[in-house]
């Protein structure tokens, strides 16, 4: 932590304590919506994190003194940008006493960001929102390690603490504070742009943003390890920024096509374990349980995709999948014809083992289970399934239902073997008990 954050903490804790006060609580609300546009307004100036975070920290504090005095103002963003570009100004021209070179920054800034009132209104009111797309570009920018770009978005776009990161991953602080320091020098030393790319570049780098926001939502939603079989959290944020990432490009149609499919797939959330927090799986689900305002949104987010000429995308292929499930009143109405036809298209736009592991599985649903067999053993080599316990899981299924019990509980067990989460291990060592009756 440097000096300056060092020097904050106190005062930060005083205005904390102080939020019993509506007016202070309804100021921290302000910041927590303004927070990532913020940043990247100040990122995209001062081209360093951590000195766009704690000149937002400090615009914060400045806003904890002042705005109870005059009530929020009109445009919060607005304000607390001028009083962040203030600070930095002002440090700039401390410095320059020092150094000559400071001083001549100072006046550039002066120059570049006039303070009036008018000025501050015109240049910062970005409705395109400029600022946070371009955050959010350089957070999963690709010279940054996959992990790392998840946790640095969750902090600078999602808000989220260290600890709250760490919790969510089931990682410690302290190796989660190291990966976004990483990721900040990353960043810094690649002389990455916090603005939005254009033309190629925006088509080239889109795919690395819409991957690690769609990371983050998997692992709320299928967690990899621990006891829980959900982290909401996490599905919660990643949906949050689908939908950030929805309002500033609404043209785009993978974008959609991502948004639709996580709205969709989180509709399910409350109904995929029971009571005792036990697996549920998806033809056994309650579907009374399911959220219909998130299945709403989905399908409206799916139709703009299609409409936009997207219905081939990845992501947008991906959420027609999750629709036909959304749209079946019962597990014996859904269209298995269908989504074997979908997973075939998208075999062929977004090739992948995984893939072909769920179109088996399709194809078992559609044409039986020895058609599942057959495809799945032409993957059975794949090196990215080697140690993927949904392999033999699938494996288990398609035997269990071919009356093949003795190899579908070895099938389980080798998965059960394999899965780090506790919930879906006791689902499939269930299952590898009920092949004995």
Known sequence: MSAARLALAPAFADKARMAADPTHRAIEAVFRIERARLIGALARMTRDLDRAEELAQEALLIALTEWPKGGVPDNPGAWLTA???R?????ARHRSMR?????????ELDAE????AEALEAALDDPLGDELLGLIFAACHPVITSEARAALTLRLVGGLTVEEIARAFLSNEAAIAARITRAKKAIGKAGVAFEVPRGAELNARL???LEIVYLIFNEGYAATTGASLVRRPLCAEAQRLGRILAGLMPEQPEVLGLLALMEIQASRLAARSGPDGRFVPLTEQNRARWDQLLIRRGLNALDRAEALGGSDGPYALQAALAACHARARTAEATDWRRIAGLYDRLGQVMPSPVVELNRAVAHSMAFGPEAGLRLVDEIADAAMLRNYAPLPAA???FLFRAGRHREARAAFEAAAALTGNERERDFLLGRAAACDG
């Open 83 to 85: 009083a962040a570009k």
């Open 207 to 209: 795919p690395s943003v």
């Open 395 to 397: 494996r288990g299924d």
């Open 87 to 91: 600070r930095l100004i002002d440090g």
């Open 113 to 116: 960001y006039d303070m009036s």
């Open 99 to 107: 150094e000559r070179k400071h001083a001549q920054i100072a006046r």
